[in-house]
């Protein structure tokens, strides 16, 4: 299922894309690196193509893709960093959120 995946967002976005490596995350063709990504979940799921290679996001990328500080302290760990940040809440979302109720005071 992944390869077919893999082939229908190569047809669809070219050499370097985005893809769920399991699940149906963004159906059958994955997503185009200039799109925000979809839900960091709590397992490794997302993947870079770039023309032969496929590799994982990084715990660091992951991070970056839920909006938090690159100063922000992470397990080593990968899979306990990934488990963590799948579990979070993403901070600009949170900061959104109090900001509007604050205004609404």
């Known amino acids: 299922a992944t390869l077919k995946r893999i082939a229908a967002g190569r047809a669809r976005f070219g050499a370097r894309f985005l893809a769920p490596y399991y699940g149906t995350g963004s159906g059958e063709t994955g997503r185009s690196l200039a799109r925000p990504i979809g839900t960091i979940t709590t397992r490794d799921r997302w993947a ?3 023309g032969d290679r496929m590799r994982m996001l990084t715990a660091q990328e992951c991070r970056a893709a839920m909006g938090f500080r690159p100063d922000y ?8 960093a990934v488990h963590m940040l799948g579990n979070a809440v993403c901070p600009p979302v949170m900061r959104d959120i109090l900001t509007a109720i604050q205004e609404a005071v």
């Open 48 to 50: 870079v193509i770039d």
């Open 73 to 80: 302290i992470l397990p080593e760990q990968h899979r306990l």
